[in-house]
């Protein structure tokens, strides 16, 4: 079965710096999609970046960049020049569809507190 | 954020009771998705319907009971609920039809559900 493990519940970056979030993944499963979904306190869960694993390079979005190793099951979030906004959770997912089964599998998430 | 909403935002039920939770999306998706989202646990999905059909049940007990009349509502039907189903709920819409696995999921503000 897949899994994700976020192995930190709790991070912390200085305002202006850069912060790495990891994540690994278990499957067996050849072709399927990672994403990093933000969750602002109290506010909806939003789409950060996401990737294809049959995709090379690594996807980047502004500020928001990720390190794909497929062969070791991990993909990490990079956040550059954080802001005070980027204060949340931070949940990395798996989604596939395979043999008429639809598997999207989240991890426990990690909580990034900038600092001011 | 007004893509996708849900009412109420916060719930109390006894255990003997029955609620519906609602969710709208205004964003013209086909597909919706019911999530539950509990302390220190990943989030998971419940059950995914497409084009107002049901395509997904991960084994959710009978207590919670979907209903989509149209592509753009979706409730969750509680009875009989236990303490343990105290969670946040979420619900989710995307695009095409649940099983473009790279497609971009929107979420709602999610229901705080508290079962005493």
């Known amino acids: 079965a897949q899994t994700v493990t976020q192995s930190q519940p709790e991070m912390s970056v200085q305002e202006a710096e850069t912060v790495t979030l990891s994540c690994t993944y278990d499957t067996s499963e050849s072709d399927y999609y990672l994403f990093w979904y933000k969750q602002p306190p109290s506010r909806q869960m939003i789409l950060v970046i996401r990737q294809e694993a049959y995709k090379q390079q690594n996807a980047t979005e502004n500020r928001f960049s990720v390190n794909f190793q497929k062969a070791a099951k991990s993909f990490s979030l990079k956040i550059s020049d954080s802001q005070l906004g980027d204060a949340a959770m931070y949940f990395c997912?798996?989604?596939?569809?395979?043999?008429?089964?639809?598997?999207?599998?989240f991890g426990t998430g990690t909580r990034l507190k900038v600092l001011a | 954020e007004t893509g996708v909403t849900q009412t109420p935002r916060h719930l109390v039920m006894g255990m003997t009771n029955k609620k519906s939770l609602k969710c709208e999306q205004h964003?013209?998706?086909?597909?919706m998705y019911w999530y539950k989202q509990s302390a220190k646990k990943p989030l998971e999905l419940m059950f995914v319907?497409?084009?107002?059909?049901?395509?997904e049940n991960n084994s959710v007990p009978s207590r919670f009971s979907p209903e989509c009349p149209n592509s753009s509502h979706l409730f969750l039907h509680l009875h009989t609920l236990q303490p343990e189903d105290s969670a946040l709920y979420l619900c989710?819409?995307?695009?095409?039809?649940?099983?473009?696995?790279?497609?971009?999921?929107?979420f709602g503000p999610g229901t705080r559900l508290l079962v005493l």
């Open positions: 964003l013209g998706h086909n597909a």
């Open positions: 997912a798996y989604r596939s569809y395979t043999s008429g089964t639809y598997k999207y599998i």
């Open positions: 319907y497409n084009f107002k059909e049901q395509t």
């Open positions: 989710a819409s995307s695009q095409g039809h649940g099983r473009e696995v790279g497609e971009t999921q929107y």
